[in-house]
């Protein structure tokens, strides 16, 4: 087999094991071929990784040799070239251990596919691997094996095909105790007139050749910048493979039934055929010519500026359609521009596993989610996601977006930028992670441009340091020239950005400056052209960090525009709807013990995936000199700091940010605890409220208990811990973000209950009394507390607080010393 296509990842356990023994020697060892992979700098160590692998001796299960493969293995060091350094070192032994067990591995390199029948005909399953000679095949319907001769081949063929011969198909492949199974495929069977029984050459009648074409491409004039797009299709059986060739030539990229070039120029004129074959059949569909005609902006008068080696400017005027004249707008004062709605997602990553910890994010999200909000965003705001749960995040925010709309993504955290593409680390991703590991933010950029939104901000406040582990070259969607994209990166390329740690609190310097201009009524490449005036004044950060912006906005956009939404209410109240179903916080409840106390049991929301619960007591017996209500047995699935439950304030609770504002002290203390990652939670969240209270006559305590359910709070609604499935989409929700792999559905969908717990909340709330309310986002989108109204008179919610003070960044208040890298790699 090719060992380049295999990975040192790829090895078993008791393989790395086995090796890790070998290289763990002093003469011909580990650190000789750590000194034979540093000749690519992807695999290069540091000292501090060499001193961590050497410390590996001190452990009676340690290993240097182990540590060092799982580093190779991180930065997917192939097989091929750890061979190539093991024989530069001499290691005879391991060189033919790693030999004999490659040769020992096998994989599957067809995988047998789902097919089609009718009776009568001939269904072909095929399953193929490379390893070992002498490899055998058994063929398996369910876990019944198949004894026919063709059941251990390659190919299995039933024919003639009978309803029997429906079911699902495995392969699994061995040679001596090694062995793989092939993916499940399965036949189904389907009606076909005239189908004639016994062993047909084709499934289908009338076609002698086996392979039946049912669509074929059509010619096409189209113009430049426009997308052609052409289209075959065949009936076949096994099914038909596709090749498209240009003017007879075949174009390798192209190897599906739909053929589509965005951006086409007259390079793509001329001639399309495709091939269409299977293992035993070929056809060609039918020639379609394709016309490259001029762009459509010959619409208009224009002047062509030619300059020729010796800068002289030929002027060519070209008569259009119209006279230019018509064509223009009124200047941007002349014109208001609105959004159909707003929509921002905040992601902040602090709590990384492998990699530095940072302090910054937190602050940066919670203050930029108020000020977002104060211009009527619908923010979802989220910390410490991992890989899978970036995924979801971004797909969900998607399905937010429509025509017209005002999309925000921001992200604060570790990050890099390889070839012009930036990449969000989460905090999962492994010691030496590549694109693989991360989130393309151009990636997203396509697929926010395919939901026709009336703006694309994209605020990075990540480093953009190169990633010398990755040399993978990433190729995102083409974009598309809307003349509406905004990217605002904290710093330069290749430069990292900082944050400043304060004694309670700290900010990144992006934000920090950035606060002070966001609410701004200007277009928002002039905010933060501002932004950076103000970030080049202060000294620290001259000739650090400098603000960079892209941008292609052609209109007075800004984030103050207002919403209009008379064309597309039915759509914007679809929105606010799937937005406030991840916002929805338990119902405030009280709880009666049998020794007469009364407790009430409350909830704040600090972000959309953190919680505050706290308890207070609300009534107890004379008798009882003392009493408090405490929350334990909480899932593991959340993340719980116990030391720093059950506390007196919520200072004490680990919540820096929800303050009570303007309110007295109550009479009667309450306990809090605050509950993170809730975008784990993957069953409603349960927990014991645990009373304690002791008799005026006892000296001893006396314990009593209640389980509680709340259901599944805020945002673990949306399952963000489950990749999205494909399957079909509303029409309000139908794209889904092709990068990731699966077409994906909202997941808002499948929350049964949300529409009536908002119908709870808009009744009892403080502001609103119907669903009505929903058309008020700014409303809508603050985080409080839910009190049972019957409670109290006048009711006095807990709510985020609001953004810190902000006024002018002193450069005196400022050490470069407190000044913290968001560290890349």
Same mark, same amino acid.
């Given at each position: ?728 989409? #509303? /029409? &309000?929700?139908?794209? !889904? ?6 077409? *994906?559905? =909202? +997941?808002?969908? @499948?929350?049964? #209950? /949300? &529409?009536?717990?908002? !119908? ?6 403080? *502001?609103? =009394? +119907?669903?009505? @309310?929903?058309? #008020? ?12 109204? *019957? ?35």
């Amino acid at each position: 087999m090719e060992e380049c296509k295999m990975r040192v990842g790829s090895l078993s356990e008791q393989v790395l094991n086995s090796l890790s023994k070998m290289l763990d020697n002093p003469t011909c060892g580990w650190r000789q071929l750590a000194n034979a992979v540093s000749e690519q700098p992807k695999f290069r160590c540091s000292e501090s990784e060499l001193t961590s692998c050497s410390l590996q001796v001190l452990s009676a299960a340690g290993s240097p040799g182990r540590t060092l493969l799982a580093r190779l293995a991180d930065r997917s060091c192939s097989m091929d070239f750890l061979l190539l350094c093991l024989r530069k070192i001499d290691h005879q032994e391991a060189v033919q251990y790693i030999t004999t067990v490659v040769a020992e591995l096998i994989q599957i390199t067809v995988q047998p596919q789902t097919q089609q029948a009718t009776v009568g005909g001939r269904v072909v399953m095929t399953c193929r691997a490379s390893g070992p000679s002498g490899l055998s095949y058994q063929w398996f319907r369910g876990k019944e094996e198949i004894w026919d001769e063709t059941g251990s081949t390659p190919e299995l063929v039933l024919c003639p095909s009978a309803p029997g011969h429906q079911g699902p198909y495995i392969c699994r492949v061995h040679y001596g105790g090694n062995f793989v199974f092939s993916q499940w495929a399965h036949v189904r069977f389907v009606q076909a007139a005239g189908a004639s029984p016994g062993c047909s050459s084709t499934l289908f009648p009338g076609s002698v050749s086996g392979l039946h074409v049912i669509r074929q491409p059509q010619s096409k004039a189209v113009s430049e910048g426009d997308t052609l797009f052409l289209e075959c299709n065949a009936e076949a059986n096994p099914p038909a493979q596709y090749e498209w060739h240009h003017n007879m030539v075949p174009m390798t990229q192209q190897k599906t039934r739909s053929l589509k070039i965005p951006c086409v120029t007259t390079a793509h004129r001329g001639q399309y055929k495709c091939k269409m074959f299977n293992l035993y059949h070929e056809a060609w569909s039918d020639t379609a010519t394709v016309t490259i005609g001029p762009s459509s902006i010959t619409d208009a008068s224009w002047v062509e500026v030619e300059r020729g080696l010796d800068s002289q400017e030929v002027h060519r005027f070209r008569p259009g359609k119209y006279p230019l004249q018509q064509t223009v707008n009124p200047p941007p004062s002349a014109r208001h521009f609105y959004a159909t709605d707003k929509v921002a997602l905040l992601i902040g990553n602090m709590n990384y596993l492998y990699h530095t910890q940072l302090c910054a994010p937190i602050v940066d999200v919670h203050e930029l989610t108020n000020l977002l909000r104060q211009m009527d965003f619908k923010v979802v705001s989220l910390l410490d996601l991992n890989w899978q749960e970036m995924h979801s995040a971004v797909t969900e925010f998607l399905l937010l977006l429509d025509k017209g709309v005002y999309g925000l993504l921001y992200f604060a955290g570790h990050g890099y930028e390889n070839f012009g593409n930036s990449f969000m680390v989460p905090i999962d991703a492994p010691a030496s992670y590549t694109s693989e590991h991360c989130l393309c933010v151009q990636n997203i950029l396509t697929r926010m441009q395919e939901k026709e939104t009336g703006l694309n901000v994209l605020l990075l406040d990540m480093c953009r340091k190169r990633n010398l582990n990755d040399d993978v070259i990433v190729q995102p969607g083409l974009l598309k020239v809307t003349a509406n994209i905004v990217f605002g990166y904290a710093t330069c390329v290749d430069a990292e950005a900082y944050e400043v740690k304060r004694e309670d609190v700290s900010n990144g310097i992006f934000i920090s400056f950035l606060k002070r201009r966001v609410c701004e009524d200007e277009k928002v490449t002039v905010m933060l052209d501002r932004v950076a005036e103000d970030m080049g004044r202060c000294e620290i950060t001259r000739g650090r960090q400098a603000l960079e912006l892209r941008s292609n906005l052609s209109e007075r956009r800004s984030l103050t525009d207002q919403i209009q939404v008379s064309d597309c209410s039915a759509s914007h109240s679809a929105r606010n709807l799937q937005w406030v179903i991840a916002h929805v916080l338990p119902q405030s409840r009280c709880l009666q013990f049998d020794c007469g106390v009364k407790v009430q049991l409350g909830f704040a929301a600090e972000f959309s995936n953190i919680m505050v619960i706290y308890t207070r007591i609300l009534e107890k017996p004379e008798e009882i000199v003392s009493c408090c209500a405490q929350l334990t047995d909480f899932p593991g699935d959340v993340d719980i700091d116990l030391k720093k439950s059950n506390q007196d304030t919520l200072l004490e609770a680990g919540s820096l940010l929800l303050i009570k504002e303007n309110l007295p002290s109550p009479e009667v203390p309450s306990l809090y605890t605050r509950i993170r990652c809730l975008q784990r939670l993957r069953r409603e969240l349960t927990f014991t409220i645990c009373l304690q209270y002791t008799y005026s006559n006892m000296d001893e305590d006396v314990q009593e208990r209640q389980p509680v359910t709340v259901g599944k709070p805020l945002v673990s609604k949306l399952n963000l811990y489950e990749p999205r499935p494909p399957r079909a989409c #509303s /029409a &309000s929700s139908s794209s !889904s973000l092709d990068s990731f792999n699966d077409p *994906e559905c =909202s +997941s808002f969908a @499948s929350v049964g #209950s /949300a &529409s009536n717990e908002w !119908s709870y909340h808009a009744q009892t709330g403080r *502001e609103s =009394s +119907s669903i009505d @309310s929903l058309t #008020s986002s700014r409303r809508a989108n603050i985080p409080e507390e839910t009190d049972s109204p *019957e409670l109290f008179d006048a009711p006095q919610p807990l709510v985020a607080s609001k953004s810190l003070p902000h006024g002018q960044v002193n450069d005196t208040n400022y050490k470069f010393s407190d000044m913290y890298n968001f560290h890349s790699h």
